[in-house]
C-alpha cells in the first residue's frame, strides 16, 4: 500500500471514530469493514480491479462530514427533469422528507432508521464497499410487493456545495422486488462543488419481477463518483440497467450482477461521454449460476480533450449454467489524439454449451462518412456533431423506457452544446 | 459551365489523372467512359473534394469559380453534388434529418432561407413519390440496411432534394437491376433543362439508353483519349475499349 493510500483512509477512520456510536446498524458489521480499511487502504493500482483507475486524487483530498441540512436546493433541484413521477431526494446523502414524495404501491424506509446492510454487498472484496459501510448513514430501502407494477420512481442525489468544505456521504440504498412485481427506477446524481459520492446499492429481483434500473450521473466536475450495485436475479427474473455517465472527474461505476435462476436476464448498457482531463471507468461482473441465463452488455465511450475511459467485463459461467448467451461489446469514439481508452473484456467459463462474445472498437470518426456529409453541403463541424450525436443515439436506443430516455437524450444534448461549445 | 483544363492529380504519390481536358456546358449531359482503373473514380473524388488526392496541375472551374480551392462543402452550395458509387451507411442518422440539415446548410451558405420540418417534409415526399419510392425511406437511417439498388436510389432522392446544377453520377447504374436503373435514370432526366449539367460515368453503354447524353468522352490511363457524340458509346459497345485504348497510346 502507498503511503497516500493510507493516508486517505487515515481520515475516514478517523471520522468514523469520531461517529460511531450514532451510525445505525450492527456496530460489529461496521468495525470488521473498518478493520479491513486500516489493514489494506484504499484500493491502489497494483490490484487487478483497479488497474487502469488510480484513486491517488481521492485519497490525497480531504473529506469532511456534510453539515447538517442545508434548506437551499433550489438551485440543484431546478437542474432535476421535470418528471411526472414520485421520487425521493437525497441532499449529501441525508433524506430529505420535504422534498420528496413517496410513491403508491412502494414501501420505503430510510437507512438510517433500518440500519439493514442487506446480503449481497461484499465489503471484505470491495473496499470501496467497506468503506461505505464503515459510514454510511443513510439510503434508500425501496421494496415492491408481488406482482406490482410500481411504475416510475426517482432516486435523486443532489450534493451542495459550502465554500471551502469537501464532503464526503456513503449512501446505502437497497431495492427489492417480490414475485412478478415491476419498478423503473431513475437514478440521478448531480451537485456542486468537490464532493465524495460513494453509494452502494442492493437489488433483488425476484421470480418473473422486472427491474428497469436507469442511471443518470451528472456529478459536479470536481466531484468523486465510486458506486457499487450488486445485484441477483431469480428465476425468469429481469434486471435491466443503463448506465450515463458524464460528470466528476472520477468516476467509476460498478456493477456486480448474479445470474441465480434459471432463464434470468441481466441487460447492463451504459454510455461514458468523457472531457478535459476527466475519467471515468465501467467495470462489470456478471455471474451465471443458473441454466439459460441471457446476459447482455454494450457499452459506448465517446472521448475527448485528454479524457480517459475505462471498461473492465467479466462474465463468469459456473459449471452448471448451460444454455448460457452472454454477448458483451464496447466502443469508442476518440475525438482528440490525446483521449484513451482501456479496455479489459475477460470470459471465465465452466459449463460446456455456452453461447458468450465479446467485443471492442476503437475509432476516430469515419472520414468516408464525414465526407459524404460534406459532400452533401454540411459543414465539417456540423458533420462531426451530427455523427457523434449519430453514435450515442445508437447507445440510447437501448433505453426502452420513453419518460427515462428523454432525461437520458437531454442530458447528452446539454453535454453536446456544451462540449461543442 | 464546368471547365477542366490540364488536371493532373495523385493518389499516395501515384499518377492517376494525366492532363485532363472537359468543358461541360451549361444545359448539357456528358457521359464520360472507360476501362477499369482508367482515372473515372478520381476524377469525380477530385472534382468534389475528398481527401487523399493530390491535384498536382491544371484546374477546375465551375461557372468561373475555382472548384479545387473549395472545401467540398461549398463546392455542394455551389451547385455539385457527386452521386456515389458505393454511397455510405450513417448509422443512427435519419434519412429525412439528414437532408433537411444538409439542403438548409446549403441554403444558409448561398444566403437563402432555410426551410422549416414541415415545409422540407412536403419537398421529401413529394421528390419520393414522383421517384416511386416508398415513404419509409425517409425515416430510415441513411443506407443501413438498404439493398445496393435502394442505396442508388436514394442518391437520386438527394438529388432530387438538393436540386444541383451540376451532378456527377460516378458508375451510379452499377448494381442496378432494369427497373431500378429506370428510376434511377427517370430520376437524372426529370433534372434536365438549361440549367442543369451532369456528368454520367460509367463503364457501359447500358444506361446511356436512358440517359441520352449530348456527348460522350472516353477516358484511358488519366486521359481523355477521344470525345464524340452518343453513338460512339455504341462504337465501344460493339468493340470493346481494347481497340481506341490501342489506337490512342
Known amino acids: 500500500m502507498t503511503a497516500a493510500m493510507q493516508t486517505g483512509v487515515s481520515a475516514f477512520l478517523a471520522r468514523f471514530e469520531g461517529l460511531r456510536a450514532q451510525l445505525p446498524g450492527d456496530p460489529a458489521v461496521r468495525a470488521a469493514a473498518a478493520e479491513l480499511l486500516r489493514d489494506a487502504g484504499l484500493p491502489g493500482r497494483r490490484e487487478e480491479a483497479w488497474k487502469y483507475t488510480n484513486l491517488r486524487q481521492l485519497a490525497e483530498a480531504t473529506f469532511h462530514e456534510p453539515l447538517t441540512r442545508l434548506d437551499d436546493c433550489d438551485a440543484l433541484l431546478a437542474r432535476l427533469p421535470r418528471l411526472d413521477a414520485p421520487r425521493l431526494v437525497f441532499v449529501d446523502g441525508r433524506f430529505r422528507a420535504d422534498l420528496s414524495e413517496v410513491p403508491d404501491g412502494v414501501s420505503f424506509e430510510q437507512f438510517a432508521h433500518t440500519g439493514d446492510f442487506g446480503t449481497l454487498a461484499r465489503p471484505e472484496r470491495e473496499r470501496m464497499v467497506a468503506l461505505n459501510t464503515m459510514l454510511a448513514e443513510d439510503g434508500a430501502s425501496i421494496a415492491v410487493a408481488e406482482d406490482v407494477d410500481a411504475g416510475l420512481l426517482q432516486l435523486i442525489s443532489l450534493a451542495s456545495e459550502i465554500a471551502g468544505r469537501t464532503i464526503a456521504f456513503h449512501p446505502r440504498h437497497a431495492v427489492r422486488l417480490a414475485r412478478g412485481a415491476r419498478l423503473t427506477l431513475l437514478e440521478i446524481s448531480l451537485g456542486t462543488g468537490v464532493y465524495l459520492h460513494n453509494p452502494v446499492s442492493e437489488l433483488h429481483v425476484a421470480e418473473d419481477a422486472t427491474l428497469v434500473h436507469v442511471r443518470l450521473q451528472d456529478e459536479s466536475r470536481g466531484a468523486f463518483h465510486v458506486s457499487t450495485a450488486y445485484a441477483e436475479v431469480a428465476a425468469g427474473g429481469t434486471y435491466d440497467s443503463f448506465m450515463l455517465s458524464l460528470g466528476a472527474r472520477l468516476a467509476r461505476s460498478e456493477l456486480h450482477a448474479r445470474l441465480a435462476g434459471a432463464g434470468a436476464a441481466v441487460h447492463m448498457n451504459g454510455a461514458q461521454l468523457l472531457s478535459g482531463n476527466q475519467v471515468a471507468d465501467i467495470t462489470t461482473v456478471v455471474r451465471h449460476d443458473a441454466p439459460g441465463c441471457a446476459s447482455r452488455q454494450t457499452v459506448k465511450n465517446v472521448l475527448a480533450g485528454r479524457s480517459r475511459g475505462v471498461f473492465q467485463g467479466r462474465i463468469e459461467v459456473a459449471r452448471g449454467a448451460q444454455k448460457t448467451d452472454g454477448y458483451q461489446m464496447n466502443q469508442a469514439l476518440l475525438l482528440s489524439p490525446e483521449a484513451e481508452i482501456d479496455c479489459k473484456p475477460e470470459l471465465e467459463i465452466f459449463a460446456d454449451d455456452v453461447k458468450c462474445s465479446h467485443g471492442a472498437t476503437v475509432g476516430e470518426l469515419d472520414a468516408d462518412q464525414l465526407f459524404y456529409l460534406r459532400s452533401r453541403g454540411v459543414p465539417e463541424a456540423e458533420a462531426r456533431a451530427m455523427l457523434v450525436r449519430a453514435f450515442l443515439a445508437e447507445a440510447l436506443d437501448a433505453v426502452a423506457h420513453v419518460a427515462a430516455r428523454e432525461v437520458l437524450e437531454r442530458a447528452v444534448s446539454a453535454w453536446w452544446e456544451r462540449e461543442a461549445a | ?249
Request: glycine residues 10%.
Open chain 2, 1 to 249: 459551365m464546368l471547365e477542366i483544363s490540364g488536371l493532373t492529380a495523385t493518389i499516395d504519390g501515384k499518377q492517376i489523372l494525366n492532363g485532363i481536358d472537359l468543358i461541360v456546358p451549361t444545359g448539357e449531359v456528358h457521359a464520360i467512359m472507360g476501362p477499369n482503373g482508367s482515372g473515372k473514380s478520381t476524377l469525380s473524388y477530385v472534382l468534389s473534394g475528398r481527401e487523399g488526392y493530390e491535384v498536382t496541375g491544371g484546374t477546375a472551374q465551375f461557372d468561373g469559380k475555382d472548384l479545387l480551392a473549395m472545401t467540398p462543402e461549398q463546392r455542394a452550395a455551389t451547385g455539385l453534388f457527386l452521386a456515389f458509387q458505393y454511397p455510405v451507411e450513417l448509422p443512427g442518422v435519419n434519412n429525412a434529418n439528414f437532408l433537411r440539415v444538409a439542403l438548409n446548410a446549403q441554403r444558409r451558405a448561398r444566403g437563402e432561407s432555410e426551410l422549416d420540418a414541415i415545409q422540407f417534409l412536403k419537398l421529401a415526399r413529394a421528390e419520393t413519390k414522383r421517384l416511386s419510392m416508398p415513404d419509409d425511406m425517409l425515416k430510415r437511417n441513411v443506407n443501413v440496411g438498404f439493398s445496393g439498388g435502394e442505396k442508388k436510389r436514394n442518391e437520386v432522392l438527394q438529388m432530387a432534394i438538393l436540386r444541383p446544377r451540376l451532378a456527377i453520377l460516378d458508375e451510379t447504374d452499377s448494381g442496378l437491376d432494369i427497373d431500378a436503373l429506370k428510376i434511377v435514370a427517370d430520376g437524372v432526366n426529370a433534372l434536365r433543362g438549361p440549367a442543369f449539367s451532369a456528368l454520367v460515368i460509367t463503364h457501359y453503354q447500358r444506361l446511356l439508353d436512358h440517359i441520352v447524353p449530348d456527348r460522350v468522352h472516353v477516358l484511358a490511363g488519366g486521359r481523355i483519349i477521344r470525345s464524340g457524340g452518343p453513338e460512339l458509346a455504341q462504337e465501344l459497345e460493339a468493340n470493346g475499349y481494347a481497340g481506341m485504348v490501342a489506337e490512342a497510346a
